[in-house]
Protein backbone atom coordinates (compact mmCIF):
# COMPACT_ATOMS: atom_id res chain seq x y z
CA UNK A 1 0.00 0.00 0.00
CA UNK A 2 1.04 3.41 -0.73
CA UNK A 3 2.63 4.26 2.60
CA UNK A 4 1.60 8.05 2.74
CA UNK A 5 -2.18 7.58 3.03
CA UNK A 6 -1.37 6.50 6.67
CA UNK A 7 -0.43 9.08 8.96
CA UNK A 8 -0.16 8.82 12.52
CA UNK A 9 3.09 9.91 15.44
CA UNK A 10 5.39 7.31 15.69
CA UNK A 11 4.99 7.52 19.62
CA UNK A 12 1.14 6.30 18.88
CA UNK A 13 1.84 3.28 16.18
CA UNK A 14 1.70 0.61 19.43
CA UNK A 15 -1.81 1.92 20.46
CA UNK A 16 -3.11 1.67 17.06
CA UNK A 17 -1.55 -1.63 15.95
CA UNK A 18 -2.60 -2.69 19.04
CA UNK A 19 -6.53 -1.81 18.31
CA UNK A 20 -6.10 -3.12 14.23
CA UNK A 21 -5.50 -6.61 15.71
CA UNK A 22 -8.65 -5.90 17.72
CA UNK A 23 -10.58 -4.84 14.82
CA UNK A 24 -8.90 -7.71 12.64
CA UNK A 25 -10.09 -10.35 14.55
CA UNK A 26 -13.88 -8.91 14.80
CA UNK A 27 -13.63 -8.98 10.90
CA UNK A 28 -12.44 -12.78 10.40
CA UNK A 29 -15.39 -13.57 13.09
CA UNK A 30 -17.80 -11.89 10.76
CA UNK A 31 -17.21 -13.34 7.70
CA UNK A 32 -15.43 -16.67 8.59
CA UNK A 33 -19.21 -18.71 8.20
CA UNK A 34 -18.94 -22.33 6.16
CA UNK A 35 -20.93 -25.21 6.84
CA UNK A 36 -19.16 -26.62 9.79
CA UNK A 37 -19.60 -24.11 11.77
CA UNK A 38 -22.97 -22.70 10.67
CA UNK A 39 -24.72 -24.92 14.04
CA UNK A 40 -22.46 -22.00 16.07
CA UNK A 41 -23.02 -19.24 13.27
CA UNK A 42 -27.17 -19.39 14.34
CA UNK A 43 -26.76 -19.84 17.87
CA UNK A 44 -24.84 -17.14 17.72
CA UNK A 45 -27.35 -14.80 16.03
CA UNK A 46 -30.74 -16.54 18.18
CA UNK A 47 -28.23 -15.41 21.74
CA UNK A 48 -27.39 -12.10 20.30
CA UNK A 49 -31.03 -11.23 19.91
CA UNK A 50 -31.70 -12.41 23.32
CA UNK A 51 -28.75 -10.60 25.09
CA UNK A 52 -30.42 -7.29 22.96
CA UNK A 53 -33.51 -8.21 24.72
CA UNK A 54 -32.02 -8.88 28.39
CA UNK A 55 -30.17 -5.69 27.87
CA UNK A 56 -33.40 -3.97 26.93
CA UNK A 57 -35.14 -4.85 29.79
CA UNK A 58 -32.01 -4.35 32.40
CA UNK A 59 -32.19 -0.87 30.92
CA UNK A 60 -36.22 -0.37 31.34
CA UNK A 61 -35.77 -1.64 34.99
CA UNK A 62 -32.94 0.83 35.68
CA UNK A 63 -34.84 3.47 34.52
CA UNK A 64 -37.69 2.46 36.44
CA UNK A 65 -35.24 1.99 39.98
CA UNK A 66 -34.05 5.95 38.90
CA UNK A 67 -37.45 7.05 38.26
CA UNK A 68 -38.82 5.27 41.95
CA UNK A 69 -41.82 3.42 40.72
CA UNK A 70 -40.77 0.18 41.91
CA UNK A 71 -41.30 -1.30 45.64
CA UNK A 72 -38.50 -2.45 47.46
CA UNK A 73 -40.14 -6.18 46.62
CA UNK A 74 -40.34 -5.43 42.80
CA UNK A 75 -36.38 -4.45 42.91
CA UNK A 76 -35.29 -7.80 44.40
CA UNK A 77 -37.91 -10.26 42.30
CA UNK A 78 -36.33 -7.86 39.27
CA UNK A 79 -32.84 -8.28 40.75
CA UNK A 80 -33.28 -12.16 40.42
CA UNK A 81 -35.00 -12.35 37.14
CA UNK A 82 -31.94 -10.80 36.15
CA UNK A 83 -29.60 -12.78 37.97
CA UNK A 84 -30.98 -16.25 36.68
CA UNK A 85 -30.99 -14.98 32.94
CA UNK A 86 -27.73 -13.82 33.14
CA UNK A 87 -26.91 -17.17 34.67
CA UNK A 88 -28.53 -19.22 31.94
CA UNK A 89 -26.94 -16.95 29.11
CA UNK A 90 -23.54 -17.54 30.52
CA UNK A 91 -24.32 -21.61 29.85
CA UNK A 92 -25.26 -20.95 26.64
CA UNK A 93 -22.24 -18.99 25.39
CA UNK A 94 -20.37 -22.26 26.87
CA UNK A 95 -22.48 -24.76 25.15
CA UNK A 96 -21.65 -23.00 21.65
CA UNK A 97 -18.21 -21.27 22.88
CA UNK A 98 -18.94 -18.20 22.19
CA UNK A 99 -17.42 -14.91 24.06
CA UNK A 100 -19.59 -11.64 25.07
CA UNK A 101 -17.44 -9.74 22.07
CA UNK A 102 -19.36 -12.58 19.69
CA UNK A 103 -22.42 -11.87 20.23
CA UNK A 104 -22.71 -8.65 18.22
CA UNK A 105 -23.91 -7.95 14.63
CA UNK A 106 -22.85 -5.79 11.87
CA UNK A 107 -26.09 -3.65 10.71
CA UNK A 108 -23.78 -2.11 7.84
CA UNK A 109 -24.90 1.75 7.35
CA UNK A 110 -26.71 1.43 10.80
CA UNK A 111 -24.19 0.53 12.46
CA UNK A 112 -23.17 -2.22 14.94
CA UNK A 113 -26.58 -3.86 17.23
CA UNK A 114 -24.48 -3.63 20.39
CA UNK B 1 -19.04 -21.17 -15.68
CA UNK B 2 -16.11 -19.54 -13.45
CA UNK B 3 -17.22 -16.98 -10.38
CA UNK B 4 -16.79 -13.59 -10.20
CA UNK B 5 -14.70 -11.66 -7.64
CA UNK B 6 -15.59 -8.48 -7.47
CA UNK B 7 -13.60 -5.00 -6.58
CA UNK B 8 -15.67 -2.01 -7.79
CA UNK B 9 -18.15 -0.01 -10.40
CA UNK B 10 -16.84 3.02 -12.18
CA UNK B 11 -18.34 6.04 -14.26
CA UNK B 12 -16.60 4.95 -17.45
CA UNK B 13 -16.50 2.29 -20.11
CA UNK B 14 -12.99 2.73 -21.08
CA UNK B 15 -9.83 1.62 -18.65
CA UNK B 16 -6.31 1.38 -18.79
CA UNK B 17 -4.98 -1.86 -18.70
CA UNK B 18 -5.13 -2.21 -15.03
CA UNK B 19 -1.66 -2.93 -13.48
CA UNK B 20 -2.49 -4.15 -9.41
CA UNK B 21 -2.22 -8.01 -9.28
CA UNK B 22 -5.85 -8.76 -6.70
CA UNK B 23 -6.45 -10.76 -4.49
CA UNK B 24 -7.36 -13.95 -6.57
CA UNK B 25 -4.44 -15.46 -8.61
CA UNK B 26 -6.53 -14.46 -11.69
CA UNK B 27 -5.91 -10.95 -13.20
CA UNK B 28 -8.26 -7.67 -12.68
CA UNK B 29 -10.81 -7.29 -15.98
CA UNK B 30 -12.74 -4.78 -16.94
CA UNK B 31 -16.36 -5.53 -18.14
CA UNK B 32 -18.54 -2.08 -19.62
CA UNK B 33 -22.15 -2.11 -18.89
CA UNK B 34 -23.96 0.64 -20.52
CA UNK B 35 -22.24 3.71 -19.36
CA UNK B 36 -20.28 1.97 -16.50
CA UNK B 37 -17.70 0.00 -16.40
CA UNK B 38 -17.18 -3.21 -13.57
CA UNK B 39 -13.74 -4.65 -12.47
CA UNK B 40 -13.83 -7.82 -11.57
CA UNK B 41 -11.10 -11.50 -11.96
CA UNK B 42 -12.35 -14.77 -12.14
CA UNK B 43 -12.41 -16.62 -9.39
CA UNK B 44 -11.44 -20.28 -8.87
CA UNK B 45 -12.29 -21.15 -5.74
CA UNK B 46 -8.78 -20.51 -4.03
CA UNK B 47 -8.98 -19.49 -0.32
CA UNK B 48 -8.70 -15.49 0.41
CA UNK B 49 -7.62 -15.47 3.90
CA UNK B 50 -9.18 -12.86 5.91
CA UNK B 51 -5.84 -11.18 6.96
CA UNK B 52 -4.37 -7.34 6.21
CA UNK B 53 -2.10 -8.39 2.96
CA UNK B 54 -5.50 -10.10 1.11
CA UNK B 55 -7.49 -7.20 2.34
CA UNK B 56 -5.10 -4.36 0.88
CA UNK B 57 -4.71 -6.08 -2.25
CA UNK B 58 -8.26 -5.42 -2.91
CA UNK B 59 -7.38 -1.90 -1.74
CA UNK B 60 -4.72 -1.48 -4.41
CA UNK B 61 -6.68 -2.52 -7.56
CA UNK B 62 -9.09 0.26 -6.10
CA UNK B 63 -6.48 2.55 -5.55
CA UNK B 64 -5.44 1.93 -9.14
CA UNK B 65 -8.33 3.09 -10.38
CA UNK B 66 -9.55 6.22 -8.25
CA UNK B 67 -6.31 8.15 -9.72
CA UNK B 68 -8.39 8.80 -12.90
CA UNK B 69 -12.34 7.44 -12.21
CA UNK B 70 -15.04 7.77 -9.24
CA UNK B 71 -15.15 4.34 -7.83
CA UNK B 72 -17.75 2.49 -6.01
CA UNK B 73 -15.55 0.25 -3.60
CA UNK B 74 -17.40 -3.03 -3.33
CA UNK B 75 -16.78 -5.10 0.24
CA UNK B 76 -13.84 -6.90 0.14
CA UNK B 77 -14.71 -10.58 -0.62
CA UNK B 78 -17.56 -10.30 -2.61
CA UNK B 79 -18.04 -13.45 -4.96
CA UNK B 80 -20.92 -13.92 -7.35
CA UNK B 81 -21.89 -17.28 -8.87
CA UNK B 82 -21.28 -16.13 -12.56
CA UNK B 83 -21.16 -13.49 -15.05
CA UNK B 84 -25.06 -13.60 -15.13
CA UNK B 85 -25.87 -12.84 -11.73
CA UNK B 86 -23.19 -10.53 -11.90
CA UNK B 87 -25.03 -8.72 -14.71
CA UNK B 88 -28.53 -9.23 -12.75
CA UNK B 89 -27.17 -7.39 -10.12
CA UNK B 90 -25.67 -4.40 -12.07
CA UNK B 91 -29.42 -4.28 -13.97
CA UNK B 92 -31.24 -4.25 -10.90
CA UNK B 93 -29.34 -1.95 -9.23
CA UNK B 94 -28.18 0.48 -12.32
CA UNK B 95 -30.24 3.37 -11.74
CA UNK B 96 -29.07 3.60 -7.81
CA UNK B 97 -25.54 2.65 -8.74
CA UNK B 98 -25.62 5.66 -11.06
CA UNK B 99 -27.08 8.20 -8.45
CA UNK B 100 -24.25 7.04 -6.23
CA UNK B 101 -22.04 7.77 -8.85
CA UNK B 102 -22.79 11.21 -8.96
CA UNK B 103 -22.90 12.23 -5.38
CA UNK B 104 -19.50 10.65 -4.99
CA UNK B 105 -17.88 12.35 -7.94
CA UNK B 106 -14.85 14.22 -7.38
CA UNK B 107 -15.03 12.76 -3.88
CA UNK B 108 -12.99 10.02 -1.35
CA UNK B 109 -13.13 9.31 1.44
CA UNK B 110 -10.50 9.98 4.84
CA UNK B 111 -10.45 7.96 7.78
CA UNK B 112 -9.70 9.52 11.29
CA UNK B 113 -9.04 6.90 14.32
CA UNK B 114 -8.70 8.71 18.20
CA UNK B 115 -7.30 7.12 21.08
CA UNK B 116 -8.04 8.77 24.37
CA UNK B 117 -6.39 8.18 28.02
CA UNK B 118 -9.13 6.42 29.42
CA UNK B 119 -8.30 5.38 32.88
CA UNK B 120 -8.08 9.46 33.23
CA UNK B 121 -12.02 9.45 32.23
CA UNK B 122 -12.28 6.43 34.32
CA UNK B 123 -11.01 8.34 37.15
CA UNK B 124 -13.13 11.52 36.43
CA UNK B 125 -15.70 9.22 36.38
CA UNK B 126 -15.20 6.99 39.29
CA UNK B 127 -15.31 9.76 41.95
CA UNK B 128 -19.13 10.31 41.26
CA UNK B 129 -20.28 6.88 41.42
CA UNK B 130 -19.04 6.40 45.13
CA UNK B 131 -22.24 8.41 45.99
CA UNK B 132 -24.44 6.80 43.74
CA UNK B 133 -24.03 3.23 45.32
CA UNK B 134 -26.00 4.21 48.62
CA UNK B 135 -28.98 6.00 46.51
CA UNK B 136 -32.32 4.40 45.47
CA UNK B 137 -32.55 1.53 47.24
CA UNK B 138 -30.69 -0.45 50.48
CA UNK B 139 -28.92 -3.31 48.97
CA UNK B 140 -29.00 -5.63 51.63
CA UNK B 141 -29.65 -8.55 49.79
CA UNK B 142 -27.71 -10.63 46.59
CA UNK B 143 -30.38 -9.78 44.11
CA UNK B 144 -30.23 -6.14 45.10
CA UNK B 145 -26.62 -6.00 45.14
CA UNK B 146 -26.85 -7.37 41.33
CA UNK B 147 -29.11 -4.63 40.60
CA UNK B 148 -26.97 -2.48 42.19
CA UNK B 149 -24.20 -2.92 40.34
CA UNK B 150 -25.93 -2.75 37.02
CA UNK B 151 -26.88 0.87 38.32
CA UNK B 152 -23.31 2.12 39.17
CA UNK B 153 -22.20 0.64 35.51
CA UNK B 154 -24.93 1.91 33.33
CA UNK B 155 -24.51 5.54 35.01
CA UNK B 156 -20.47 4.86 34.07
CA UNK B 157 -21.51 3.91 30.54
CA UNK B 158 -23.29 6.86 30.13
CA UNK B 159 -20.81 9.19 31.42
CA UNK B 160 -18.22 7.92 29.34
CA UNK B 161 -20.46 8.39 26.15
CA UNK B 162 -20.86 11.65 26.63
CA UNK B 163 -17.40 12.11 27.57
CA UNK B 164 -16.79 10.58 24.07
CA UNK B 165 -19.59 12.63 22.50
CA UNK B 166 -17.76 16.02 23.60
CA UNK B 167 -14.75 15.12 21.82
CA UNK B 168 -16.71 13.80 18.56
CA UNK B 169 -18.81 17.31 18.97
CA UNK B 170 -14.80 19.23 18.91
CA UNK B 171 -13.56 17.10 15.64
CA UNK B 172 -17.02 17.40 13.65
CA UNK B 173 -16.32 21.45 14.58
CA UNK B 174 -13.24 21.39 13.23
CA UNK B 175 -13.63 19.28 10.21
CA UNK B 176 -17.24 20.27 9.23
CA UNK B 177 -16.09 22.88 6.89
CA UNK B 178 -13.90 20.34 4.98
CA UNK B 179 -16.30 17.50 4.76
CA UNK B 180 -19.09 16.82 3.36
CA UNK B 181 -20.77 14.26 5.47
CA UNK B 182 -19.04 11.65 8.47
CA UNK B 183 -20.03 8.78 9.67
CA UNK B 184 -18.11 8.47 13.41
CA UNK B 185 -18.22 5.50 15.30
CA UNK B 186 -17.79 6.06 19.40
CA UNK B 187 -16.32 3.90 21.67
CA UNK B 188 -15.69 0.92 19.02
CA UNK B 189 -13.28 -0.46 21.89
CA UNK B 190 -12.42 1.46 25.33
CA UNK B 191 -9.83 3.28 23.93
CA UNK B 192 -10.77 3.96 20.62
CA UNK B 193 -13.01 6.93 21.31
CA UNK B 194 -13.96 7.69 17.73
CA UNK B 195 -13.54 6.10 14.40
CA UNK B 196 -14.82 7.95 11.64
CA UNK B 197 -14.62 8.29 8.27
CA UNK B 198 -15.14 11.53 6.33
CA UNK B 199 -16.65 12.09 2.86
CA UNK B 200 -14.85 14.89 0.99
CA UNK B 201 -13.94 16.47 -2.01
CA UNK B 202 -11.05 15.79 -3.37
CA UNK B 203 -10.16 19.07 -3.86
CA UNK B 204 -9.81 20.14 -0.50
CA UNK B 205 -7.74 17.01 0.64
CA UNK B 206 -4.92 19.12 1.60
CA UNK B 207 -7.18 21.39 3.69
CA UNK B 208 -8.25 18.66 5.28
CA UNK B 209 -5.37 16.88 6.67
CA UNK B 210 -4.33 20.79 7.87
CA UNK B 211 -7.35 20.80 9.92
CA UNK B 212 -6.53 17.48 11.16
CA UNK B 213 -3.16 18.77 11.93
CA UNK B 214 -5.03 21.40 13.62
CA UNK B 215 -6.75 18.96 16.03
CA UNK B 216 -3.73 17.44 17.07
CA UNK B 217 -1.70 20.39 18.29
CA UNK B 218 -4.91 21.41 19.97
CA UNK B 219 -5.70 18.05 21.61
CA UNK B 220 -2.11 16.77 22.80
CA UNK B 221 -4.06 14.02 24.95
CA UNK B 222 -5.49 12.54 22.46
CA UNK B 223 -3.63 10.13 19.73
CA UNK B 224 -4.65 10.54 16.25
CA UNK B 225 -4.43 8.40 12.82
CA UNK B 226 -5.21 10.01 9.45
CA UNK B 227 -5.87 7.95 6.66
CA UNK B 228 -6.72 7.80 3.10
CA UNK B 229 -7.36 9.02 0.51
CA UNK B 230 -9.52 5.71 -0.12
CA UNK B 231 -12.71 5.26 -2.31
CA UNK B 232 -16.06 6.15 -0.35
CA UNK B 233 -16.73 2.65 1.61
CA UNK B 234 -19.02 4.11 3.79
CA UNK B 235 -20.91 6.46 1.77
CA UNK B 236 -22.72 4.14 -0.69
CA UNK B 237 -26.21 3.92 -0.30
CA UNK B 238 -28.00 1.09 -2.04
CA UNK B 239 -31.39 0.62 -0.93
CA UNK B 240 -32.99 -3.31 -1.01
CA UNK B 241 -36.17 -3.25 -2.28
Known sequence: MDASRISVDESCTDLFTEEAKLEKNSIADRINANPENAEQGLAKLVLTVIELLRRLMEKQAIRRIENGSLTEDEIEEMGLTFIKLEEKMEELKKVFDLENEDLNLDLGPLGDLM | ?241
Not at chain 2, 13 to 29: Q, R
Not at chain 2, 49 to 77: Q, R, S, T, W
Not at chain 2, 222 to 236: E, H, K
Open chain 2, 1 to 241: MAKVYLYGIINSIEVDNITASGVTNSKPYFIPFRDIGIIASEYAGEDIGIDYENLLKHDEVIYELMKKHCVLPVAFKTILENESDMNDFITKNYEQIKLNLEKLLNKCEMGLKVIWDVDKAKQDISSDNENLQSSYFNADTPAKKYLQQKLIYYDYKNKLEKKAELIKEKLIKELEDVCCMNKIKLLQSEKMVVNGAFLIDIAVKEKFIDSVEKLKENNKDLSFLLSGPWAPYNFIELRRD
